[in-house]
Nanobody
Framework: QVQLVESGGGLVQAGDSLRLSCAAS????????MGWFRQAPGKEREFIAR?????SYADSVKGRFTISRDNGKNMASLQMNSLKPEDTAVYYC????????????????????WGQGTQVTVSS
């Protein structure tokens, strides 16, 4: 069983940066694919980025967001730059031990473990 806890959310202005962290416990993430999703009010939870056999990003954040991980610290991070009001959402960290590469592991059902989410609000 893996427990995930996100942190680092907050209220920022358009153009600002934020760094989200995801602390894992209960099992090492060294063999896991770590993903980030977000959910805005009234919308479906959407894929943002994942780090597994390779790294992939949603087109909406490509070039602005960077996913990273520190297996030694059992943590994953999401650096978010040039934030826009449309980035406002609850951001979730997720983990799966499935094999993920290419377009794999970009959907919610592929992840077994989820954090509770952290709110990111970007004002215009």
């Amino acid at each position: 069983q893996v427990q995930l806890v996100e942190s680092g959310g907050g209220l920022v202005q358009a153009g600002d940066s934020l760094r989200l962290s995801c602390a894992a416990s209960g099992h090492t993430i060294s063999g896991a694919t770590m993903g980030w999703f977000r959910q805005a009010p009234g919308k479906e939870r959407e894929f943002i980025a994942r780090s597994g056999m390779d790294i992939s990003y949603a087109d909406s954040v490509k070039g602005r967001f960077t996913i990273s991980r520190d297996n030694g610290k059992n943590m994953a991070s999401l650096q978010m730059n040039s934030l826009k009001p449309e980035d406002t959402a609850v951001y979730y960290c997720a983990a799966t031990y499935r094999y993920c590469s290419g377009i794999g592991c970009q959907t919610r059902p592929e992840y077994r473990y989820w954090g509770q989410g952290t709110q990111v609000t970007v004002s215009s």
